[in-house]
């Protein structure tokens, strides 16, 4: 499976590819809706990324053979997501979600998770290991009408 994020700020029209070579793990949760005092907490779509961080001397980027690019797109990426972590309470806060999974043999299917926020936002550094991995931890907008879209 090969898995593609686009993260869209429709406020300003930016938004945040991230490619398969920098995907480790996508996961989303629909749950039980809990009584609580703040909506926020009420949401039921939950979603968590994990990513890798790309070193210079890594892997070469599957669409056009280029260490270079694919870590320069890693670390802007990172920063992007970074940056949106810490824009809660501002205009851009609320984004469209959109995971595109190619399943092979000409099949894929695409998810859309409207108005996410970032819960939380998180990074792995380990020289003892030799990798860098991120989480990016998003709940979804409790009060709206469209929630998720798969097709």
């Known amino acids: ?7 869209l700020d ?3 029209n930016n938004e ?3 490619g398969e070579d920098e995907i480790i793990e996508v996961r989303y949760n ?15 779509i939950e979603m968590e990324i994990k990513g890798k961080m790309i070193s ?5 980027n599957k669409e056009d053979g280029n260490k270079e690019n694919l870590y320069i797109k890693n670390k802007k990426n990172i920063i992007s997501l970074a940056g949106w972590a810490e824009s809660y309470m501002e ?4 984004r469209n979600v959109e995971v595109s999974v190619d399943l092979g043999g000409n099949k894929d299917i695409h998810y859309k998770f409207m108005n996410m926020f970032v819960q ?3 990074q792995e550094l380990s020289i003892e290991k030799g990798i860098g991995i991120f989480t990016l ?3 979804q907008k409790f009060h709206q009408k469209e929630r998720l879209e798969i097709k």
């Not at 210079?56 to 070469?60: A, L, R, S, T, V």
């Not at 205009?91 to 609320?94: L, R, S, T």
């Open 1 to 7: 499976m090969k898995y593609k994020i686009r993260i």
């Open 10 to 12: 429709e406020s300003s």
């Open 16 to 18: 945040i590819n991230i």
């Open 30 to 44: 629909i749950g039980v809706i809990r009584n609580n005092d703040f909506a926020n907490n009420r949401s039921s």
């Open 56 to 60: 210079n001397i890594g892997k070469e």
């Open 91 to 94: 205009v851009n806060d609320y």
């Open 120 to 122: 939380d936002f998180s």
């Open 137 to 139: 931890k998003l709940k």
